[in-house]
């Protein structure tokens, strides 16, 4: 069995990544992300609660988080193994994780915050299917329309100039001391998020031993 968090900063590609090395592996793939984005998009109490912090360019509470990783982990699905995506973000949630489960490795990618800007601000999104874009490496044929269900795409509410700023300066604070704390206990293996896809991939699989 093999269970993995992975960390980076976002646009750094953490979900295409995990899903890569889930794919591969028989992996399950758990994006919190995604799962505060269900909540979000089933107009949920806890989703109002999401789209206000987000639009505010804040992260979400470590109460709301740690409770969305324990119940996605007690459904027990992952025979052989999970990727967490987007999971710790602070030395509470990462105490609190550490303290619950044991892991095989710590995925850091590491990416420039000027590369963070160019990726994430050309991020958009079908409200409607929730399929991913991105304007640089993946344009829908027709300009701004979903190729999947022909809805007007969007850009997340986060996305924006503003909130970014105020994620980065938040997300550059707490990462390297929660790097630090997982680096006492667990194995973190730094990539360089850069690269192509595929190279990044290559790294990937090779610092953590995998076969291909």
């Not at 806890?46 to 982990?73: F, N, P, Q, S, Y």
């Not at 079908?126 to 027709?142: F, H, K, S, V």
């Not at 604070?173 to 991939?201: C, G, M």
Request: proline share 2%; net charge negative.
């Amino acid at each position: 069995m093999r269970k993995y968090l992975i960390i980076g900063v976002q646009g750094s590609g953490k979900g295409t990544q995990a899903g890569l090395l889930a794919k591969a592996y028989d992996l399950v793939h758990i994006n919190v992300g995604d799962i505060f984005r269900w909540h979000v998009q089933q107009h949920t109490k806890l989703g109002a609660l999401v789209r206000r912090t987000m639009a505010a360019g804040e992260l979400i509470g470590d109460e709301h988080v740690e409770k969305i990783v324990r119940d996605r982990l007690e459904q027990h699905d992952w025979n052989y193994g999970f990727i967490i995506d987007g999971f710790p973000r602070n030395r509470r949630q990462t105490e609190f994780f550490l303290e619950s489960y044991d892991i095989d490795g710590v995925i850091h990618l590491d990416l420039p915050d000027d590369e963070v800007r160019r990726r994430v601000l050309a991020r958009r999104l079908c409200p409607n299917c929730g399929m991913d874009y991105n304007l640089i490496y993946d344009r829908p044929a027709e300009e701004g329309i979903c190729e999947v269900c022909g809805h007007e795409l969007v850009r997340r509410a986060d996305d924006t100039e503003e909130a970014l700023s105020e994620r980065l300066r938040t997300y550059n604070e707490k990462t390297n001391p929660i790097l630090d704390l997982l680096r006492r206990k667990e194995y973190v293996f730094t990539v360089n998020a850069a690269q192509s896809v595929d190279e990044v991939q290559t790294s990937i699989r090779e610092k953590l031993g995998l076969d291909f």
